[in-house]
């Protein structure tokens, strides 16, 4: 990457909108971060549409360019590229790890490739971000943390793409804690629930536990374990009991691989294969300051398409999320007087307030899923200068923290028994 012009700071906040510059004052020289992003689908669209526009929306210190992308279908790699403006298409994503020309790797593919190629790319001196779960495998997420330690001694910055600490109401639920408006934290009740797993769903990456690792759990219950711990600061020390289970056992062989996530108009070619990973999982943990919580993933809750939810109570007051009313934080304030008390409903949308939002537009006017990503990456353009992001980002570090969890949950399903943090690390 061009070194990094430290533009100064001090006379902007850093959740401020581009177009908040004095009309006719010059722009800083810019430098250049120029990504790489590995897979075209579904996070595909979700990051080449963040990285596009978050220069756009938020004033940042060096501009953003997505130089190349790679896929294993070369003519839809094209036409992504050209869809999305990129100006080259490769067909092996080791061409792109290696370039001389990009500064960061974007990781978006199925969980068992994480390693590899975010390996690959710290070793060639790029910066990574990658998807998460980290890893589909603890043994792998150790891997790429190791190597993330050592690319660090060379300035080389990692960074995994937990999307909903950057939903507004989620970075001010944190913000809320910081300030103490919860007091002691007591209880944690955490659900991701998704019904796209159904019987007719065919036999995809997804459902694979050599690509995946596990099913509803890395790919649901990771988000809302970073959730967890993002928001209340604290670190899960203890799964004290899991149960998981497969309720479809086996799915229609894929030829082709169809639409995104639940795999709708995919091509069968015949036959069942056995799903090897779980449909739900749910666990019991204790955090390290003494709170209790749960936790529940299944991609079968039928009517719930994707239910991502949190609540947190503590010992001032409690909060409540849900991504299906995304600009929205519930909230209880127990040191009113008690006739005051109830749950008030706060949209996360006030520039001057919430995080994030002063980017976009104005109070009310909403904004939605595809906005999480693009703070995320106007966070990261800001770290790889030296700036703080608005709310701290996940690291591969940090991921582990969260597949450690995963892990112990797992565990604790199948030797049915209390699983502790310290004994996996
Ligand atoms: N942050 C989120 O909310 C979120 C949401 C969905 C998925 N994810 C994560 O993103 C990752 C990708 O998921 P997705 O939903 O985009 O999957 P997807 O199946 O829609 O896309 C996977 C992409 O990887 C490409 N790919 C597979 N093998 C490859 C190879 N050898 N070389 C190059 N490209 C290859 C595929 O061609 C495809 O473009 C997973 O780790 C998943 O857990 C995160």
């Given at each position: 990457m061009a070194a990094p012009s430290r533009t100064s700071s001090s006379s902007r906040t850093r959740n401020q909108p581009a177009s908040s510059r004095a009309p006719g004052q010059p722009a800083a020289p810019k430098a250049l971060v120029r990504v790489g992003l590995i897979g075209t689908k579904f996070m595909g669209r979700a990051h080449a549409n963040a990285w596009r526009q978050a220069g756009a929306f938020f004033d940042l210190p060096s501009r953003v360019e997505l130089q190349a992308v790679a896929g294993r279908d070369a003519a839809a790699t094209s036409a992504f590229a050209s869809r999305w403006g990129i100006a080259r298409s490769l067909s092996d994503w080791r061409d792109l790890a290696m370039a001389?020309?990009?500064?960061l790797v974007d990781v978006l593919t199925p969980n068992h490739l994480h390693k590899e190629m975010s390996i690959a790319a710290l070793e060639a001196g790029k910066h990574v971000a990658c998807e998460k779960?980290?890893?589909?495998t603890l043994d792998d997420a150790k891997a790429m943390a190791k190597a993330a330690k050592a690319a660090a001694k060379k300035g080389v910055r990692t960074f995994v793409w937990?999307?909903?600490?950057?939903c507004p109401a989620v970075a001010f639920a944190r913000q809320l804690v910081e300030r103490g408006k919860l007091g002691r934290i007591y209880h944690v009740r955490a659900s991701y629930l998704q019904d796209w797993g159904k019987a007719s769903t065919p036999l995809l990456w997804r459902f694979q536990a050599d690509q995946a690792g596990s099913g509803a759990h890395g790919d649901l219950n990771a988000h809302i374990i970073d959730m967890a711990r993002f928001i209340t600061g604290d670190e899960i020390t203890e799964v004290v009991g899991s149960i998981e289970e497969t309720f479809i056992k086996e799915r229609a062989i894929v030829g082709s691989a169809g639409?995104?996530?639940?795999?709708?108009g995919a091509k069968g070619k015949g036959g069942k294969g056995r799903s090897t990973v779980d449909d739900a999982v749910l666990f019991l943990a204790r955090f390290a300051g003494g709170a209790v919580a749960s936790f529940e993933a299944t991609?079968?809750?039928?009517?719930?398409?994707?239910?991502?939810t949190i609540e947190i109570n503590g010992e001032l007051g409690s909060i409540k999320f849900d991504f299906e009313r995304m600009n929205e934080l519930q909230w209880w304030d127990d040191t009113l007087e008690s006739g005051l008390r109830g749950w008030s409903r706060i949209m996360c949308t006030n520039g001057g307030d919430h995080p994030y939002v002063a980017a976009y537009?104005?109070?009310?006017h909403l904004i939605g899923y595809e906005h999480g990503f693009v703070s995320m990456a106007a966070d990261v353009v800001r770290a790889l200068a030296g700036e703080a992001p608005v709310v701290p980002l996940a690291d591969f570090d940090d991921a582990l923290k969260t597949q450690l969890v995963l892990e112990a949950s797992v565990r604790s399903a199948r030797e049915r028994r209390s699983v502790s943090i310290r004994e996996l690390a």
């Open positions: 001389s020309d990009i500064d779960p980290l890893a589909g937990f999307n909903y600490r950057r639409g995104e996530i639940s795999g709708k991609r079968l809750a039928t009517g719930n398409q994707n239910r991502n537009w104005p109070p009310a």
